[in-house]
């Protein structure tokens, strides 16, 4: 009866998009190559479904981010009307209100995540680099840096949700307040008691 079992079920399908495109790749090596040209649109498919589930996953469970989609078609990041003059945006819509590193560095990670999401799309550019090995390297690299920004983010939310439960917790613990507000506490000096 765990109450994230849905979430944990989600989880497991956006781990399980990965292995897809793996073992079709590894079995593209092992025939001939006019029948591995034939799976290449499949293994295609397979990468974008991976990158696209992963991508969402990212914004909306790792970072927090677009919580209420509606909100954001809602707003279209265009001001109406019949909304207030003055600077207004979407990214509390799109980003989430408490944003650590500001708004343009959460949009500069986010964008950048989602363009080395799609990294896999240099196996088609192979031919750009100097070896095999030298591109496995530099792909690697950007996987780790992807990874390394990506923490950025979850590390932050992670921070925010701990301290919305400990809040909460703490309100909990305490419901009703015992002394009023303007009463300050005054030390008593121990061995002096009063008559």
Known sequence: NDPKRYQHMLNAIKYSTSIWPLC??????????????????????????????????????????????????????????????????????????????GVVMSTTILMTDTVLRFGWTLRFYEALFPSKDSFVLFTQFLEVFRRAIWNLLRVEWEHIKQNKEAKTANEEATPFITA??????????????RA
Not at 55 to 77: E, K, N, R, S
Not at 180 to 193: L, Q, Y
């Open 24 to 101: 079709l790749s590894a079995y593209q090596q092992t025939i001939p190559k006019e029948q591995a040209a034939s799976l290449e649109p499949l293994l295609i498919l397979l990468l974008a479904i991976n990158a696209l589930y992963s991508l969402a996953w990212d914004i909306i469970m790792d970072w927090g981010m677009m919580q209420d989609p509606t909100a954001v078609v809602g707003q279209a990041c265009v001001p109406t009307q019949t909304q207030q003059k003055g600077p207004s945006s979407c990214h509390h819509a799109i980003l989430r209100p408490r944003l650590r590193f």
């Open 180 to 193: 009023p507000p303007t009463m300050s506490m005054v030390p008593i000096k121990s061995g002096h008691a």
